[in-house]
């Protein structure tokens, strides 16, 4: 079982499951709404999550997707997309121990910063990864 929550620990969650899509995503909007030049996101099954303490709020980010965050920390939690409704992408780095999910590629990266220099030797693909 994996456990993580935000900053100021309003807001603990628990995900099981065997997480997938491991990535460092570059794409504009996880830009923005981290303020971070990329994202590490793992995948899982939305019946394998749950929050356990607290309630994230919630954002409509895109015309698909809903991303959730600490209302009174702002970390962002999860990432949700319409069109993949049996998963959630959840923020790697708001785990306990974000050292057990490296991630295993690049997405988006045909939207990359330009100073962001992509050097790991992991897998880049220029938009998302192809289907699995």
Avoid: N
């Avoid at 990329?38 to 899982?44: D, I, L, M, T």
């Avoid at 939690?77 to 959840?90: G, K, Q, R, Y």
Wanted: charged fraction near 20%; glycine fraction near 10%.
């Amino acid at each position: 079982m994996l456990t993580g929550g935000c900053l100021c620990g309003a807001v603990r969650y628990e995900a099981g499951g065997t997480p997938f899509h491991l990535t460092f995503c570059h794409c504009t909007v996880c830009r923005r709404s981290t303020g971070a030049p990329c994202v590490a996101w793992f995948s899982v099954p939305k019946t394998a999550w749950r929050i356990v303490q607290g309630r994230p709020t919630r954002f409509r980010s895109s015309p698909h997707a809903t991303r959730s965050f600490c209302g009174t920390c702002g970390t962002q939690l999860t990432f949700e997309d319409d069109e993949a409704s049996a998963e959630i992408d959840v923020t790697t780095c708001s785990l306990d121990d974000p050292e057990r999910l490296p991630p295993a590629d690049h997405t988006h990266a045909g939207s990359k910063l330009a100073w962001t220099v992509l050097g790991d030797g992991l897998p880049v693909h220029r938009a998302a990864r192809p289907a699995d």
